[in-house]
């Protein structure tokens, strides 16, 4: 077994907890957005993030806004919705929750 293959799937597991996260203080450009995982180590592609955004909005956690651009094509803007905000909420509690437990079991020495 590859370590690589265990860390790209930890990373995928928490993917969208972490592009709603990066937009819980506001709206975002797909750029900023994959520029912020990109600096946390996070190794997300453009091919990987759209289907997550797009996911993401049909489920009613994002919406977007277009803006004219003078420099090329109109840039999709994303941000939380109010189903969106909650449902971060939720993952926060959850991630902590799954953190604690984490923690515990592989800093636990086993005395058997």
Not at 33 to 59: H, Q, S
Not at 82 to 111: H, I, P, R, Y
Request: net charge neutral; charged share 30%.
């Amino acid at each position: 077994m590859k370590i690589e293959n265990t860390k790209a799937q930890m990373r995928k597991g928490v993917l969208e907890f972490c592009i709603l996260s990066v937009l819980k203080d506001g709206e975002a450009y797909t750029s900023d957005i994959l520029e912020t995982l990109k600096d946390a180590k996070m190794l997300v592609v453009e091919g990987t993030i759209y289907p997550l955004l797009t996911r993401l909005k049909n489920a009613g956690l994002l919406s977007y806004r277009w803006e004219e651009s003078t420099g090329g094509p109109p840039r999709k803007y994303y941000e939380l919705t109010d189903t969106g905000k909650l449902f971060l909420t939720e993952l926060n509690d959850t991630w902590a929750e799954l953190q604690q437990a984490v923690n515990k079991v592989t800093s636990e020495k086993n005395t058997k």
